[in-house]
């Protein structure tokens, strides 16, 4: 299983709220948070293809180009499954993750799979939790992140298996 994650600029390692605007980039490795999903990804004969990245005010000052290009790049790369997060409890970031999610869902035939906690974004639950399966994870600092972790990779592979999800989704998503 090959997978892509998108992450904000804090969550990739790249600078903190300060860093905001980071254009949205790539690279052919894990980068921050999203080393923790490689090692856990390796155990389950997957790979990390890529990590995407995108400051949270560069892409609300952006967001068609940056869901357009995200979707572009997936097609070409040609990875089983693109995740989203993990975004934690930051609002922002939870926001890019579902609309981007859904843009390329919905714009390719990538399945994707988002990783968000509902502290702090309830409302954005509600909006997205009918057109993109969202795991449910602890805010930033909170227990339970293996176990979310453990969730997200699971639905990836139901997924790239077109395996039946119903049971596994109103079991760990929102």
Known sequence: MKVIV?????????GGKEKA??????????MGAAETLA???AKKDGSLMATFYCGTAYYQANTDLVQGKITRMCEKMQPDVLLVGPTYDYPDFSRMACEVG?????GSKLPVVAMVASEKNTELLSEFKTQLDIIKMPKKGGAGLSDAIDHALALCQLKVAHADRSE???????
């Open 6 to 14: 998108l992450l904000d600029q804090i969550q990739a390692g790249l």
């Open 21 to 30: 605007d980071t254009e949205l980039g790539g690279k052919k490795l894990a």
């Open 39 to 41: 090692k856990d990804l």
């Open 102 to 106: 859904l843009a390329v869902q919905t």
């Open 168 to 174: 596994f989704v109103s079991q760990y998503c929102y």
